[in-house]
Every structure is written in structure tokens, then in C-alpha cells.
């Protein structure tokens, strides 16, 4: 059974927490081991979770030699030096996006793992979403002709930079935080990697309160297969709107056009003083299995999760790693194409002009 570590249980380690711990008490794997500098936080996740803890990631690694997987969940820009040193202690995986910030970064992440022979997966999981799996198979099998041009949204609410991680928001962006889930599913959607940008941003409601980063990125990308997709990101939205995020995307082609709300499923409610909401209840739903008395954690936020938990299982049953090309996982190559974008959307930002990927 592959034993798993996780370095940064902040709050989307939580989510790979509970799916590794679920997955750990079906027999699939087992959780040995969790590492976070802030030691409150790692005291809270080993007892909640019942697992050895650490404030080294390097001594975690060191320490406990039998793990076979390891799921990095720091911030953006400190992904590299953990995926790095776990690659070469051999350990296989799986980086939160994005994968790094830079492309020397994701480069050298790569070199590692192919060095290593390691499985490094990025958890890309508008993947595994239901609907989008349905619209990518309408795709291949052609159904849309050739994709011309699209639009995909992508806004986060102000709470999201604003209290979530009032640390780091300003070394991130709606690019690195958002636009780099869309950048994957257009490229894995339309199986074309991106050629060059333009994009435009403006730095004004959050700087006024103190955070240092875009508002907004609009960014209109040309593939190498000719598609132009335009792509807003923000995280600026009210705190009143009807759900943390609001997303979708629309694809247009010679012979037809696929178009998708993300965010609305088509469930809407109403509670005193909450207004209209709307969810999205396929990204992550936690329900009481009566069969356990447990809580159950389903949808594609913990599906691109468990897979790499899959990936490892068939690994250790002799798969190669070059049978997950092409699939559903999220690869370290994914992830540098992806940085590779989200890096020219920045320099186009900064240059007002079109940038090549
Ligand atoms: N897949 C998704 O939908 C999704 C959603 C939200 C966030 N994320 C990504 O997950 C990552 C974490 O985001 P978050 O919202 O959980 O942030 P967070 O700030 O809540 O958690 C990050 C944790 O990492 C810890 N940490 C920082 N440096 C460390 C180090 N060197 N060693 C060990 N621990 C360290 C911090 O103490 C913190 O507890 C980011 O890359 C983010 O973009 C992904």
C-alpha cells in the first residue's frame, strides 16, 4: 500500500488531507507523515489527522524513508525547493498548481523527476470535473470541427486575496491563483499549447487596501493550432455575490460551439439574509456516510487528488510512467506549459505588448 506525506496543510492541504485520510481508510494508502513551518497549524492537522508531524520538510524526507508519494501544497512561489528535494530522494509527486512561478523553475522541477524517474503531477482539477470530462470527449471525437476562438472566466470573491492568505496574495495574482486552471483545461480541451499573448490589468481596489497585486488580468491567447481564447481572471467580486467563484467557458468551432457554466449547476437558493446563492456541488461535497458514521468527501476537487493515489497504485504494479501521457493527470510537462503562459500573460502586463509563450 504507497505510504504519503504532505508538505503545507494550510488550507487547500486540508482538501488532501481528507482525501488521502478517506483513502487511507478504504485500504488504498496510508498518510505517514505531514510537514508545515507554522507549527499551530501542524500541531491542529497531526492531531486532527492523527499523523507524525514535522516543521522540516527536508527532515520528513529524510526521516521517513518509506514514503512513496509526496503532495506539495505551500504557497505559489515556494513549490520548487520541496518538489526538488522530494524528486531526488526519489519520491514521486504531486504539486499544487501552479507549478512554479518561473519557467527555470518548473524547468528544473522537470529535470529532477525525469532525472529520478519520479511521477511529477499537478493537481489541474477542472480535469476531472464532470462536465468538462463530457465536453472534452465531444471534442475528440471531433464533433465541434476545428476550434476558432472561445472566452473563459474565471473571478474569485475579495475575501479570497483579502483574508484567505492576506500573506502571500501579494506575491501572487488572479493569473497565478485562477488563470492557470483555465490555461491547463483550454490546452487539454483543445490539445494545443499556447503561442502568444496579450493581456491588460489593472492594480487598484485591493493595493487601496493594502494588498499589492492585479485586480484583474484580461488575456487573449493564440494557440499553436491557430485557436484564440480570451481569458478574465479576477478576484475582485463582492462579497455578496451568489458564491466564491463564478466561472465558465465557451469554445467555438468551424462546425459547432460547446459552452459551459461552471459555477452554476443549476442549483439556486434563498436564506434569510443571504440573498441568492448558487453552488457549484460537484467541486467538493462532504456528506455522513451512515455506513461508517464518517464524513464522505466526493467531486473533482478530491478526484484529481485520488488520482494520484491511483497513479502510484498502478505504478507500484508495474505501470510506466509514460502510460499517463495523454490522459486526465495534470503532468509536470502540463505545468510547465501552463507557467509558460501565465509568464508571458506577466511580461505582457508589463511591456503592453504581444508577448510570444
Ligand atoms: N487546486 C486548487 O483548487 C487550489 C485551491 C486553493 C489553493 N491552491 C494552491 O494550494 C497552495 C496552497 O494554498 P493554500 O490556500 O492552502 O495556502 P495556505 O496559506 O492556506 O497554506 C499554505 C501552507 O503552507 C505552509 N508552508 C509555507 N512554506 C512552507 C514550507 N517551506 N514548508 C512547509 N510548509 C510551508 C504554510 O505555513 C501554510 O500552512 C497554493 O499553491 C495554491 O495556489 C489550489
Not at 8 to 23: A, E, P, S
Not at 230 to 238: E, N, R, Y
Not at 333 to 356: C, F, M, N, P, Y
Request: proline letters at 3%.
Amino acid at each position: 500500500m504507497v505510504k504519503l506525506g504532505v508538505i503545507g496543510v494550510g488550507r487547500f492541504g486540508t482538501n488532501i488531507l481528507n482525501t488521502f485520510k478517506q483513502m487511507e481508510e478504504e485500504g488504498r494508502c496510508k498518510l505517514a507523515a505531514i510537514c508545515d513551518i507554522n507549527k499551530e497549524t501542524l500541531k491542529n492537522q497531526s492531531e486532527k489527522y492523527n499523523v507524525k508531524g514535522y516543521t522540516d520538510y527536508k527532515e520528513m524526507i529524510d526521516t521517513e524513508k518509506n514514503l512513496d508519494g509526496i503532495a506539495v501544497a505551500t504557497p505559489d512561489p515556494f513549490h520548487r525547493e520541496p518538489v526538488i528535494y522530494a524528486a531526488n530522494a526519489g519520491k514521486h509527486i504531486l504539486c499544487e498548481k501552479p507549478l512554479d512561478v518561473t519557467v527555470e523553475g518548473c524547468q528544473e522541477m522537470l529535470k529532477a523527476a525525469r532525472k529520478n524517474n519520479i511521477l511529477l503531477q499537478v493537481d489541474f482539477h477542472k480535469r476531472f470535473d464532470p462536465f468538462h470530462i463530457k465536453l472534452k470527449a465531444d471534442l475528440q471525437e471531433g464533433k465541434t470541427g476545428r476550434i476558432e476562438y472561445g472566452y473563459a472566466h474565471m473571478e474569485d470573491k475579495i475575501v479570497v486575496p483579502r483574508d484567505w492568505f492576506p500573506g502571500w496574495a501579494s506575491k501572487s495574482s488572479p493569473v497565478w491563483f485562477l488563470g492557470v486552471h483555465l490555461y491547463d483545461l483550454v490546452r487539454w480541451l483543445i490539445g494545443s499549447n499556447g503561442k502568444q499573448v496579450y493581456a491588460r490589468g489593472r492594480k487598484m481596489k485591493l493595493k487601496e487596501i493594502g494588498v499589492d497585486t492585479y485586480d484583474f488580468v484580461s488575456a487573449m491567447v493564440e494557440f499553436e493550432n491557430g485557436a484564440v481564447v480570451t481569458f478574465d481572471t479576477s478576484w475582485i467580486l463582492p462579497e455578496d455575490f451568489e458564491a466564491v467563484v463564478n466561472q465558465g467557458f465557451r469554445l467555438v468551432g468551424d462546425r459547432g460551439i460547446i459552452e459551459c457554466d461552471s459555477q452554476d449547476r443549476g442549483t439556486r437558493v434563498s436564506y434569510e439574509k443571504a440573498g441568492v446563492l448558487t453552488y457549484n456541488p460537484v467541486f467538493i461535497n462532504e456528506n455522513r456516510d451512515a455506513r461508517t458514521g464518517k464524513t464522505r468527501f466526493s467531486g473533482y476537487g478530491i478526484e484529481s487528488i485520488a488520482d494520484f493515489v491511483y497513479n502510484l497504485d498502478y505504478l507500484s504494479k508495474g505501470g510506466r510512467l509514460q502510460d499517463l501521457e495523454g490522459g486526465i493527470t495534470g503532468l509536470g510537462e502540463d505545468g510547465l506549459e501552463v507557467t509558460k503562459i501565465a509568464v508571458a500573460v506577466h511580461r505582457s502586463l508589463e511591456t503592453g505588448k504581444v508577448e510570444l509563450v
